[in-house]
Structures are given as structure tokens and as C-alpha cells.
């Protein structure tokens, strides 16, 4: 048999009323969706929850002395931004958070990017700082507090301390993940070892320093909800203890409220960078 004979005869098969295993490829094409769709079904299970909360609420099944109501709730926030006390204490907590965050993206890059491209780097402190990494930063609030005292500075480092380890596992793990025969041909090329970095090193890791600064980032409001406990005197956790102390359910949700929405602020951030940093990322999916 030749090796013409081995492909079997489509058009033979036609004829002979059998229907032939070849089709026509169909390019797969999504179709453009309008950015009101994308928001309006992001919307909807908040919406949801708070329908479920407000229905809880006006059959008595949530009484206010555990949890207000959503319109009062509002009241609530209305009265705190008309006295002051809410952009006050939102500047104050935005300060601590942004500082601390700040910090802890700048060390973990820095040590990422050391033990992850170059070998006496990974020898010498990674090891150290995977032992670093498992201790819980809230187990370091009482030795914060001897240390630093119960100043900014005891916050902002607990802060600071918890966004390094998120950002430096992902820089490390992304520098390492950089296809080392492009790093040996701009090597050959004469590029120095910072300019390597910059130019080729980073830009190749860029997924996974966006994945530690989103970690990094909400870590960073979870810090700020521990830092707050450290007698305060100001900041959106001094509202709450303050609320607490007089069985305030309202000014409690708000504060809740506003830690989940700097939350929600933080993805939103990182999701926009990932958009103009990695445009190739939203028409893929």
C-alpha cells in the first residue's frame, strides 16, 4: 500500500453517503462587552448582601444591638463626615497604611530581587527570611510595643513588616522564572548588571510583582486593622474603640465598611496596573 492509499478518500465517502471527519476550523472571536455589563454584575452580589442585611433588619431578625440597620448605618456615616471625625481619621489610617506599604514593597523588591538573581544572594539570606516569614507580624505587636513604644513608628513597621514577605516570595520566584538565555544574550551584549535588572529582569518578572503587591497590599490593611489595637489616638481603629466602648453597632459597620472598601480600593489599583502594564492579559480572556 502506498502512502497515498493510507489517507482515507473524503470525497469517495461523501458520494457513498458517510460523512467525513474533517470540519472547518472556526476562528474562536469573544464578542466586545460594554464596561456597564462588567460593572453591573460585579455589583450584584453586594447588592445582594445588603438587600439580605436591610431585610434582616426591618423583620427584627438583626436587632441593633447587634447589628444597625443600612440606613442607619448611613445616618451614621453622615455624621461622622459632618463633624470631621471620619476624613480625619481615613487620612490618619491612609498615612499609616501607605507608609508602612511603602516600606515593605521597597525591602521586599530589594531582597527579591538579590536572592533571586544572584546565587550568593539566595545563599546568604534566604534562608534567614523564610524563617522570617513564618512568624505571624501579629505575634510582633508586644515586641513592637517595648521596642518602639507605642508611637508611629511601632505601627508603620508592623505594617511594614507584614507587606515585605508577600512581595519579596513573588519578586524572588519571578526573577527566578526569567528565561536565563535572554539574561546570557544581553550579558554577551555588554549590559551591566543593573541595567540587566531594570531592563530585562524586571520587565520579565512583572506578573509576579503584581501578584506580591496585590498580597502585599491587602496585607496592608489587615496590618492596619492590628496596628490600630496599639492605643491609639487616632485613625479609623480609635473609632471603633471608641464605638465599642459605647455599644455604637453603627459606627462599628462603618468602620468595617471602610476597611473592606480600602480593601476593595487596593485590588481595584493593582487590577488597573495589570491592565496598562500587561494589556495583552484582558484580551486573552
Same mark, same amino acid.
Given at each position: ?7 482515507? &478518500? ?10 467525513s ?5 472556526h476562528?474562536?472571536? /469573544?464578542?466586545?462587552?460594554?464596561? =456597564? ?9 453586594p ?13 427584627g431578625?438583626?436587632?441593633? &444591638?447587634?447589628?444597625? +440597620? ?10 461622622? =463626615? ?7 481619621? *481615613?487620612a ?10 511603602l516600606?515593605g ?12 538573581f ?11 527570611l523564610?524563617? %522570617? ?7 510582633? @505587636?508586644?515586641?513592637?510595643?517595648? =521596642?518602639?513604644?507605642? !508611637?508611629?513608628?511601632?505601627?508603620? *513597621? %508592623? ?32 549590559m551591566g ?15 509576579? *510583582?503584581?501578584?506580591?503587591?496585590? *498580597? +502585599?497590599?491587602?496585607?496592608? @490593611? ?8 496599639? !492605643? ?12 465599642? !466602648?459605647?455599644? /455604637? ?17 487596593a485590588?481595584?489599583?493593582? /487590577? ?7 494589556? =495583552? /492579559?484582558?484580551a486573552?480572556?
Amino acid at each position: 500500500m502506498t502512502a497515498t492509499e493510507d489517507v482515507p &478518500d473524503v470525497r469517495a465517502a461523501e458520494r457513498a453517503g458517510g460523512e467525513s471527519r474533517l470540519v472547518t476550523p472556526h476562528a474562536h472571536v /469573544r464578542r466586545p462587552r460594554p464596561h =456597564w455589563y462588567a460593572t453591573t454584575v460585579r455589583a450584584v452580589g453586594p447588592l445582594v448582601l445588603v438587600t439580605l442585611w436591610w431585610a434582616a433588619s426591618a423583620t427584627g431578625v438583626l436587632t441593633p &444591638d447587634v447589628l444597625a +440597620s443600612p440606613g442607619a448605618v448611613a445616618g451614621a456615616v453622615v455624621e461622622l =463626615w459632618g463633624d470631621g471625625q471620619l476624613p480625619e481619621a *481615613l487620612a490618619t489610617s491612609l498615612t499609616r497604611s501607605g507608609t508602612g506599604l511603602l516600606i515593605g514593597l521597597t525591602a521586599g523588591l530589594t531582597l527579591g530581587v538579590i536572592t533571586g538573581f544572584t546565587r550568593l544572594g539566595d545563599e546568604l539570606l534566604d534562608s534567614s527570611l523564610q524563617i %522570617l516569614r513564618t512568624i505571624p507580624f501579629l505575634a510582633l @505587636v508586644p515586641l513592637f510595643m517595648v =521596642w518602639f513604644g507605642i !508611637n508611629e513608628i511601632a505601627k508603620i *513597621l %508592623l505594617i511594614a513588616v507584614a507587606t515585605t514577605f508577600p512581595m519579596y516570595v513573588s519578586t524572588s520566584s519571578g526573577v527566578r522564572s526569567v528565561d536565563p538565555k535572554l539574561v546570557e544574550a544581553m550579558r554577551s551584549f555588554g549590559m551591566g548588571r543593573l541595567a540587566l535588572v531594570r531592563e530585562v529582569v524586571l520587565p520579565g518578572a512583572l506578573p509576579s *510583582l503584581l501578584a506580591g503587591l496585590r *498580597l +502585599s497590599m491587602t496585607l496592608s @490593611v489587615i496590618a492596619l486593622i492590628a496596628a490600630e489595637e496599639i !492605643n491609639t489616638t487616632a485613625g479609623i481603629g480609635y473609632l471603633m474603640v471608641q464605638a465599642g !466602648n459605647f455599644a /455604637r453597632t453603627d459606627i462599628l459597620a462603618v468602620c468595617i465598611l471602610v476597611y473592606g472598601l480600602l480593601g476593595l480600593c487596593a485590588d481595584v489599583i493593582v /487590577r488597573v496596573l495589570e491592565r496598562l502594564l500587561m494589556p =495583552w /492579559r484582558g484580551a486573552a480572556r
